[in-house]
């Protein structure tokens, strides 16, 4: 069974940094991008930042010089470094991996919380 297990959110001051990580399980991955994604009530949820295997990543305009998503193939673990952290970057954070060719997959973590505020 595919798991994704996310862990370091938290709460933090505005101006301050966190480390999310998600680590996948389960089953063998490859050719495909990760990612992590965030939703506050009453909102869609709405991508943050991607890395394909091959390492390129693109970012929401939002996290745009604040933050930094990475990767470990070997180890199928994610990261995503929240830098000058913002009041309004307060949401749940899922972890999300996709593949679009086949075999197709797509799995998402249960969410972590992160709460920026004074």
């Known amino acids: 069974q595919v798991h994704l297990e996310e862990s370091g959110g938290g709460w933090v001051q505005p101006g301050g940094s966190l480390r999310l990580s998600c680590a996948a399980s389960?089953?063998?991955?490859?050719?495909?991008?990760s990612g992590w994604h965030r939703q506050v009530p009453g909102k869609e949820r709405e991508l943050v930042a991607v890395?394909?295997?091959?390492?390129?990543?693109t970012y929401a305009d939002s996290a745009q010089g604040r933050f930094t998503i990475s990767r470990d193939n070997r180890k199928n673990t994610m990261w995503l470094q929240m830098d000058n952290l913002q009041p309004e970057d307060t949401a749940v954070y899922y972890c999300?991996?996709?593949?679009?060719?086949?075999?197709?997959?797509?799995?998402w973590g249960q969410g972590i919380q992160v709460t920026v505020s004074s």
């Open positions: 999300n991996w996709r593949r679009r060719m086949t075999p197709t997959y797509n799995y």
């Open positions: 389960g089953r063998g991955f490859g050719g495909d991008a």
């Open positions: 890395i394909t295997s091959g390492g390129t990543a």
